[in-house]
């Protein structure tokens, strides 16, 4: 089954000029037509799933990057310092969220963790502006399941002497991530609970 793009038009741009509410709702429309899939999937953990998100098509969709932009900034609280994710699904959330704050007028930097060092120069796990010893940064995901992708770059980011006591995914599977956070005492927000994404794709069947 695919879900139908109503009123997801390119030459739209909700994404920059609707309250926020219709901005999530349409984001919500976004992610139910382009992200989410129901079916028979292997997830990379080897365990069977009946549906399937990947939110790439979304955070990198000009209006959905927008659209994650302006939601995220939302939820920073004032003494965010930056914000931060590992690569490769983090990447485009961390961009739109930094991107869209100097037009909120409160820049806030990005940092991309690698997975593994920097093989030449520094040989850095930390790409983006250095800063002072005890900012205080936002660990970004775009899909939280077990919760120990985020906190990877939790933990890179501790070890270069940051402050980091929260994680926002814009969704969460519901498999043990939030569980998992709250043990390592970490703050966990997210924009979407697969539940409600599972709601609104099934009105459209």
């Not at 997975?115 to 936002?138: M, R």
């Not at 270069?160 to 998992?180: C, H, M, N, P």
Request: net charge negative.
């Amino acid at each position: 089954m695919s879900y139908p793009a109503e009123n997801l038009s390119l030459s739209n741009i909700w994404a920059v000029s609707t309250d926020t509410s219709t901005l999530r709702t349409n984001l919500l429309d976004l992610i139910c037509q382009e992200a989410y899939g129901e079916g028979n999937f292997t997830l990379s953990s080897g365990q069977p799933s009946s549906y399937y998100i990947n939110c790439k098509p979304v955070t990198l969709n000009p209006l959905g990057a927008v659209a994650v932009g302006r939601l995220i900034l939302k939820m920073l609280s004032d003494d965010t310092e930056a914000v931060a994710g590992l690569t490769l699904g983090a990447d485009p959330i961390v961009s739109a969220v930094s991107v869209v704050s100097t037009y909120e007028n409160r820049p806030i930097p990005g940092l991309i963790i690698r997975k593994e060092s920097k093989g030449h120069g520094t040989q850095a796990y930390i790409e983006g502006p250095i800063l002072p010893s005890g900012a205080k940064i936002v660990v970004l995901e775009d899909v939280v399941t077990t919760g120990q992708s985020a906190m990877k770059a939790v933990t890179r980011l501790r070890d270069a002497g940051y402050t980091v006591d929260e994680v926002i995914s814009l969704v969460d599977r519901k498999q043990g991530g939030a569980e998992f956070y709250q043990s390592q005492g970490l703050k966990f927000n997210v924009v979407y609970e697969i539940e409600e994404i599972q709601r609104r794709y099934s009105l459209k069947d």
